[in-house]
Structure formats: structure tokens, C-alpha cells
């Protein structure tokens, strides 16, 4: 097998680093899907990635239909609207990656399109937007990790893929665990990514304060709990990377950046998802259930829902 087209579905942040990595291969065919007024702007501002324009195609779902890869790389909120785009580019043979945060995105998009196009993965990267454009360090970033859900794990796709982004600058590797590195990703998010959301800091405060390293505590308890239900063991993903570099305490995860830019965040795919999945398997989750609804109501607060500051409000003087 070996992998000549690719369409990515997603060309915000990671999909950024994607399109980055491949736009140099000169014997890979590459797309966005897009359409209407994003496909428009796609064709006519390209990609802004690091300071420098990309121009892939820009493919309607039906012009993408069969490609060998299609990498989703979405925000959760756009995923139940994307999964009829995402049927009809899939192929009889195309493999699908979703390079999406949480731990569900591959079973959403599997009952639309076939379990078996799915080849499970994540991303590392700490991307940010400059502008109209996205940044990210390519010598400090993780990377892809992907890999088949059981044996063979060195399947001809998985090669395929290491031979795609063999000769690119896009850090990989393949795992015979990649359910649990998955899930490890899941714990760092709703752990680390949630409660600084809520008070507004960077990362530093889970070491300056006893009261928000209790509350990421009391997050991951919860998570862990879930995932030893499930059989999943986090021990077995890799504690380590060759890649990556050290946190500074001022630096503000992906939901936080959401809540300062007035965006949605992806509460949903974190504790969202692991409410329900506490439900389903009797395991109470009041931190999460807490955090899920603070983040609910800083996004309603940004939507103008309410604003009770008294800025608004005339003031009288006493005479």
C-alpha cells in the first residue's frame, strides 16, 4: 500500500501542521475539503502557516471521494456536522485518522463511515493563531502517534503511513497501545486544560496553589476510575518523547485560549464525555460535573447571555 492522495478535513491549528509537513512531497496529491464561502477563502488566502502561505487544493467532499488519507482535524462542536462530508470522501479504501482531542471521535465517525477505515491516532502540538494564520515550533512539537487497535500492528497501512511522513518534517511514531495513549492524552486534558479554563491563569497555578492542584486531582481520580471500568491501562503509553520541551508556568491550554478569544471550547469531548460515561457505568463524577457546567456558563457569558458587571447600569448621586 502506499499512499498518494491525502484530504484534510479541518485546516485550523492541527491541521495546520499537517498540511505544513506534506505541502513539500512532490508526489503526494494534497487537499482541503472545504466548501462555500471557506472553500472560497481557502482558494483565494491559502493556509498561513509560520509566516509562509500554503496553497493545497481546495476539495468539495464529492471532488475529495476515495483519497488514500483523510485526516480529520476539527474542532468537536463541528464534527456532527462534518460526518456526511466525511461518508462521502471515504472510499472503498481510504484510511481515516482523526487527529481530534477526546476519546470519541473515532467511534462517531466509524458509524458513518466503517470501522474499518480507522486508524486510531492523536497530536501533540502546541499550536496557537497569529492573525489569520496558525504558529507552531516544529523542533519542540510531538507529533503523530497512530496505530491499529489490535494485531497486526505493523499493518500495511500503518507502514504506509510511516513512509508517508518519513521524508517530511512531521514528528511520528507508531504504537502497539494507541487506545491508551489516546486516553493519556484525555487525562492531560481534562486534567491540566480544564480548571485553569475556569480561573482565568496559566498553567504555574497548579503548582502555586494547593486549591487547584485538588481540583486537577480530584478531576483525574474520577477520569482514572473510568478508564480501569473500561480495561484501559495508561500505564502502558509512553511516558516520554524525544520531542517536546518544558511548560512555562504562563502558558494557556486550548480551552483557556477558547474562553479569551470568546470561542466555544470542547467541554463536550472532555468532561462532557466522561460524565456520561460515568453514568453508563455507575461512577459518580462530581468534579467533572461541576467543571463541565463553570465552562458551560463561561461560554454563555461570553456569548452575552448575561452581564451583570453594573457597567451598563446608570448610577444616581445623592444630592
Not at 481510504?94 to 486508524?119: C, F, P, Q, R, Y
Request: aromatic fraction near 6%.
Amino acid at each position: 500500500m502506499k499512499i498518494r492522495s491525502v484530504a484534510v478535513l479541518g485546516a485550523g491549528a492541527v491541521g495546520s501542521y499537517v498540511i505544513w509537513g506534506l505541502s513539500e512531497k512532490n508526489d503526494l496529491k494534497l487537499g482541503v475539503v472545504a466548501e462555500g464561502e471557506r472553500a472560497g477563502r481557502l482558494k483565494q488566502n491559502g493556509c498561513r502557516i509560520n509566516g509562509v502561505t500554503y496553497r493545497p487544493q481546495v476539495w468539495t467532499p464529492k471532488e475529495a471521494h476515495g483519497v488514500d488519507l483523510l485526516v480529520v482535524a476539527l474542532k468537536y462542536g463541528a464534527l456532527p456536522g462534518a460526518l456526511e462530508s466525511i461518508r462521502e470522501v471515504t472510499g472503498e479504501n481510504t484510511v481515516i485518522m482523526s487527529l481530534m482531542n477526546g476519546v470519541d471521535s473515532e467511534e462517531l465517525i466509524a458509524e458513518k463511515a466503517g470501522s474499518s477505515h480507522m486508524l486510531y491516532s492523536l497530536i501533540k502540538v502546541a499550536s496557537h493563531k497569529e492573525g489569520e494564520g496558525y504558529c507552531f515550533d516544529p523542533d519542540t512539537t510531538i507529533g503523530i502517534v497512530f496505530g491499529e487497535l489490535s494485531a497486526p500492528y505493523d499493518s500495511d497501512r500503518v507502514r504506509a503511513v510511516e513512509e508517508l511522513f518519513a521524508d517530511t518534517g512531521i514528528h511520528f511514531r507508531h504504537t502497539e497501545h494507541i487506545r491508551e495513549e489516546i486516553w493519556s492524552k484525555f487525562r492531560l486534558n481534562v486534567c491540566n486544560n480544564l480548571p485553569q479554563a475556569i480561573l482565568g491563569a496559566g498553567v504555574g497555578c497548579y503548582q502555586d496553589s494547593v486549591h487547584m492542584k485538588a481540583i486537577s486531582d480530584g478531576l483525574r481520580q474520577e477520569l482514572e476510575a473510568v478508564a480501569v471500568a473500561k480495561g484501559i491501562d495508561m500505564n502502558k503509553a509512553a511516558g516520554s518523547s524525544v520531542h517536546g520541551s518544558a511548560v512555562p508556568p504562563s502558558a494557556r491550554y486550548s480551552t483557556l485560549q477558547d474562553i479569551d478569544a470568546g470561542r466555544h471550547t470542547e467541554i463536550d469531548m472532555f468532561s462532557g464525555a466522561l460524565i456520561k460515561m460515568g453514568k453508563e457505568l455507575g461512577i459518580p463524577t462530581p468534579y467533572n460535573e461541576y467543571t463541565y457546567h463553570m465552562i458551560k456558563a463561561l461560554e454563555e457569558k461570553n456569548d452575552g447571555r448575561f452581564d451583570y458587571t453594573g457597567k451598563k447600569e446608570k448610577t444616581t448621586c445623592a444630592k
